[in-house]
């Protein structure tokens, strides 16, 4: 079978499953084979090919008889390596974890696995999610596929780009913490992937391997089993090549779950986008406080032509403001660490999970414990957590930011009460960097400058989705954010549809 099934949608290999033009099984090895052509790029952790296999084999007689499960049934999906996964490993790219087997499923993998998805591999991440690279994994590096010196394509583009491998010890990153689950679409490892979304951990990387992320509005999709970071503003990231493929996973992925309380009821199982969305009517806001310094020209323009294009077609566009944006990733800087520091109390060696030598006391057991499993990224943060919860800081510090927080929720819903019905803003501020400009700041320099768009949306709980737009002079992809009202996440699908098919973005093929 040619590779080139793996450059369709989820619709179009699902036809010819039925049609059985292709087989499950057939569709699979091509996956499996690309998963092993990319392994350089250390899309995965921990590959599963034995489980995809008999999965296939599974959706492959479903199809000769006529009794295929859905959208999904069949089609490879890979999984962040911070989502528990019975009988596979679950290491959230960390010593702590490593060699750790969950003895159940998260809600989102039981409900692919219901679905038919094949499981392909668990993804690379930063460590527990703590990056905005995919550098700091405990198993790896990622490498975006961009530039990598592995052969592809860009079908549609309108000029040449240089494709060729940057210069010895030079490449450009993939993005985080969700890279792996990026990488692993981009080069068509996988059709779907799960990633996670603190403060931008899923559309982060989709801008830099143009792909398409989508955080769902908090509560759409259920937590349960993801390894939590930061508990109030985690969500389960959806990742594909395609915008319908994206709502095809969130149909099948959301509702309520009884084992996650922040979890709610939802409509969109059968959601379906419409061929042609309009927008006519629609309004859009422009934020003026998104206009970040740092903002590269290709990605204010290409802002710009966008925010043409949608005027152009019906919509209303209009700036707006959101005066408390410049104190959001400060905000986020003492809510993400006092939550980290809170969930980490209990990897101490006891239980599961790496254990250290030190016998003479239980103190000396977790020091020792969080010494060989956590890396200084981690520590960090779980340090300044405490430090921020002291009794005599808290206060100042954490009660702080609570009510920052607020004030930024209240920015959206002034938004959306003023009549505004999507918010258009950058992914990120620049196309995907060359490690040597993003190792230039340390972890938390570089996750304050890659989030600065993205994470206020995790702190009011809006729905929000990156979509690729073009390519910048480097033949690097560029991507733009629509954000809106919290529920309103088939409306954002639609309208993130009609972006794709009017930005006619170049897609990536290997060769």
Aim: with cysteine; charged share 20%.
């Amino acid at each position: 079978m040619s590779m080139g099934v793996l450059g369709g949608s989820v619709r179009e290999v699902g036809a010819k499953l039925k049609q059985g033009a292709v087989t499950a099984i057939e569709v699979c090895e091509a996956a499996l084979q690309r998963q092993a052509a990319v392994e350089p790029l250390r899309p995965f952790i921990t590959p599963t090919q034995d489980r995809a296999r008999q999965a296939a084999a599974q959706a492959h007689q479903r199809y000769k008889e006529g009794r295929p499960l859905g959208a999904l049934d069949g089609i490879p999906v890979a999984v962040k390596d911070n989502f528990c996964t019975k009988g596979i490993p679950t290491t959230c790219g960390s010593k702590m974890l490593q060699g750790y087997t969950p003895p159940y499923s998260a809600t989102v993998v039981e409900r692919l696995e219901a679905a038919g998805a094949v499981l392909v591999g668990k993804t690379n991440l930063d460590e527990f999610g703590m990056g905005s690279g995919t550098i700091d994994s405990a198993f790896g590096t990622s490498k975006n596929v961009y530039r990598s010196g592995i052969e592809y394509e860009l079908e549609g583009a309108e000029k040449r780009y240089p494709v060729s491998a940057l210069e010895e010890g030079d490449w450009v990153v993939a993005g985080g913490s969700s890279g792996g689950s990026a990488l692993s679409v981009a080069t068509g490892a996988s059709f779907l992937a799960l990633g996670s979304d603190t403060g931008g951990s899923v559309r982060n990387p989709s801008s830099y391997c143009g792909v398409v992320g989508l955080k769902p509005s908090y509560g759409v999709v259920p937590r349960w089993g993801l390894v939590s970071l930061v508990n109030s503003m985690d969500v389960p990231g959806l990742l594909g090549r395609r915008v319908d493929d994206v709502a095809a996973l969130l149909g099948v992925l959301a509702g309520r779950d009884k084992r996650d309380a922040t979890s709610v009821d939802s409509d969109l199982t059968s959601l379906r986008l419409p061929e042609e969305p309009q927008l006519a009517g629609v309004v859009v806001g422009v934020p003026k406080e998104y206009h970040q310094p740092g903002t590269s020209v290709e990605v204010v323009e290409a802002w710009t032509k966008l925010a043409d294009m949608m005027e152009n077609a019906g919509a209303e566009v209009r700036e707006v403001s959101m005066p408390h944006t410049e104190h959001s990733i400060i905000c986020y800087s003492i809510l993400n660490p006092c939550e980290v520091a809170s969930n980490f109390t209990r990897y101490t060696g006891v239980g599961y999970g790496l254990r250290g030598s030190a016998s003479h006391s239980m103190e000396a057991l977790y020091a020792v414990t969080r010494q060989a499993g956590l890396n200084q990224v981690v520590r960090g943060r779980v340090l300044a957590g405490n430090y921020f919860l002291l009794r005599e800081n808290r206060r100042k510090y954490y009660e702080q930011a609570l009510r920052v927080r607020r004030l930024i929720w209240r920015d959206f819903q002034e938004v959306w009460q003023s009549g505004v019905s999507l918010l258009l803003t950058p992914t990120t501020l620049t196309p995907a960097l060359r490690y040597s400009d993003f190792s230039s700041l340390d972890n938390r320099s570089q996750t304050a400058a890659q989030d600065i768009c993205t994470q206020a949306a995790n702190m009011a709980g809006v729905g929000a989705v990156s979509v690729p737009v073009g390519l910048s002079s480097e033949g690097l992809p560029l991507a733009l954010q629509l954000m809106a009202p919290w529920g309103h996440d088939a409306a954002l699908l639609a309208a993130a549809k009609w972006m794709e098919q009017h930005a006619c973005c170049p897609r990536l093929r290997l060769l």
